[in-house]
């Protein structure tokens, strides 16, 4: 039973670029939440995806937005990036949306640093 | 929206000695998990525990929803035991996991 996967592992972009980040949730899971850890903090939600559409979206500028495919995997897209972009992005998926019940995982993550 | 506190940020054990991490929060939950971060970044469950108590091995569990604190026992400390500890809410209702700022764990051989 495959968990949550992530790609890419690491990477460097420059400020200004733009980034694409992937997730493919837990089998049986069709709901895929994105969360930002800067160094030193505790991770923060950015969205969550159900049925292909944004339903709950933390405080984070629209440079970040997503997108969730039929199959239940999904994207993060970060544009326009700035320095304080520089975090690991996690992927997490549960089945529903609600947390109610539902234990949560998360993928290995994603190191980005921005130059 | 809720708040989490957990403490002490930092502890240094030697192997073998026992811990406990505590989570405070604010207001009432539908979700707590707690999680440890290894070296690489990949946060791992250790328990779905809104309510009761749990054991898994060397770690336990316990949270009291009605007092709003989550307390988690480690015994008998490994060096692998070492990372961050975080505790992770979800407000009724929702769908989003509201993390505290960890508690960084050192155990010396």
């Known amino acids: 039973d495959a968990g949550v996967t992530q790609s890419p592992t690491h990477l460097i972009k420059t400020r200004g670029q733009q980034v694409t980040l992937r997730c493919s949730p837990k089998?049986?899971?069709?709901?895929v939440s994105w969360y930002q850890q800067a160094l030193g903090q505790g991770p923060q939600f950015i969205f969550q995806?159900?049925?292909?559409?944004?339903?709950q979206r933390g405080n984070f500028p629209d440079r970040f937005s997503g997108h969730q495919f039929p199959n239940y995997s999904s994207e993060l897209n970060v544009n326009a990036l700035l320095l304080g972009d520089s975090a690991l992005y996690l992927c997490?998926?549960?089945?529903?949306?609600?947390?109610?019940?539902?234990?949560?995982?998360f993928g290995e993550g994603s190191w980005l640093t921005v130059v | 929206g809720i708040q989490v506190e957990q403490s002490p940020p930092d502890l240094i054990l030697q192997e073998g000695a026992n811990s406990t991490l505590r989570c405070n929060f604010s207001?009432?939950?539908?979700?707590l998990q707690w999680f440890h971060q290894n070296p690489w970044g990949q946060l791992i469950n250790l328990f779905y525990i809104p309510s009761g108590t749990k054991q898994n091995g060397r770690l336990s569990a316990t949270t009291v929803a009605t007092e709003r604190y989550s307390l988690l026992y480690i015994s008998s400390s490994q060096t692998t035991d070492s990372g961050v500890y975080f505790c992770?809410?979800?407000?009724?209702?929702?769908?989003?996991?509201?993390f505290g700022q960890g508690t960084e764990l050192s155990v010396k051989p």
């Open positions: 997490a998926s549960s089945p529903g949306q609600g947390l109610a019940g539902n234990t949560i995982y």
């Open positions: 995806y159900y049925e292909e559409e944004e339903r």
């Open positions: 207001d009432s939950v539908n979700n």
């Open positions: 992770a809410v979800a407000e009724n209702q929702g769908g989003k996991l509201i």
């Open positions: 089998s049986g899971h069709d709901t």
